[in-house]
């Protein structure tokens, strides 16, 4: 079972616009964590945000927000003010903290961001 | 700033070959993670170690990948024989202990190409 969605392939966003990549998930666990990667065309990941199960407050990240909603099991990032730098890969994931295994984290299909100038 | 370091960043190798890849994680990472990158795609976990013990390889196809991390530091991971759905990004990535509440840290990818 997919245990991180995320609906959208592909974005085109107008430059220095907001844009909100969709992430839901699924799991049994009371404690887990939720991460946003970016993957520019270089290939590297670079980390951008991280979000706990048990965080009362969405993390922000400087120009990053994650907008999380626990019962409705959704980590959405939001980016505000888009840079033309900001056309990568996004991948969302999850960490989950089994009580009899170690956790292991596991990510989404992935958005592809585009910034239009 | 400490990486994880990974070599080579390119392998292109024939179908039936053998190949290895290896992952030197941030000095002091006690957890090592194995991903596979389909291009399109996302990350796909292949094994986890914790320290030198695999603590998961549920999705590492055993007739062929074997992955070790002998003292605990660094790792190998090989492929024998390749097949040519083999193609894709390896990317290793380490994190300071399980409970960690922070990031993956990752290497720069090894891409193998399988002809």
């Known amino acids: 079972a997919q245990k991180i969605t995320q609906t959208q392939p592909g974005m085109f966003v107008q430059e220095k616009e907001a844009v909100t990549l969709d992430c839901t998930y699924d799991?049994?666990?009371?404690?887990?964590?939720l991460f946003w990667y970016k993957q520019p065309s270089s290939g590297e990941m670079i980390f951008l945000i991280y979000q706990g199960s048990y965080d009362e407050q969405n993390a922000t990240e400087g120009r990053y927000s994650l907008n999380f909603q626990k019962a409705r099991k959704s980590a959405n990032l939001v980016i505000s003010a888009s840079q033309l730098g900001d056309s990568a890969m996004y991948f969302c994931?999850?960490?989950?903290?089994?009580?009899?295994?170690?956790?292991?984290?596991?990510f989404g299909s992935g958005t592809r961001l585009s910034i239009r100038p | 700033e400490a990486e994880v370091a990974q070599s080579p960043r390119y392998k292109i190798t024939e179908k039936s070959q053998a190949v290895a890849f290896w992952c030197d994680p941030i000095?002091?990472?006690?957890?090592l993670y194995w991903y596979r990158q389909i291009l399109g795609q996302g990350p796909e976990l292949l094994v986890q170690?914790?320290?030198?013990?695999?603590?998961?390889d549920s999705q590492l196809p055993k007739d062929r990948f074997s992955a070790e991390r002998l003292k605990g530091v660094d790792s190998t991971l090989k492929i024998q024989p390749a097949e040519l759905g083999d193609s894709a990004m390896y990317l290793c990535?380490?994190?300071?202990?399980?409970?960690?509440?922070?990031?993956?840290?990752f290497g720069e990818g090894s891409r193998l190409t399988v002809l």
């Open positions: 170690f914790q320290d030198e013990s695999v603590v998961d």
């Open positions: 990535a380490s994190t300071k202990d399980q409970g960690f509440t922070g990031e993956l840290f």
């Open positions: 799991t049994s666990d009371q404690s887990y964590g």
């Open positions: 000095s002091g990472h006690a957890t």
């Open positions: 994931a999850m960490r989950e903290d089994g009580y009899s295994s170690a956790s292991k984290i596991i």
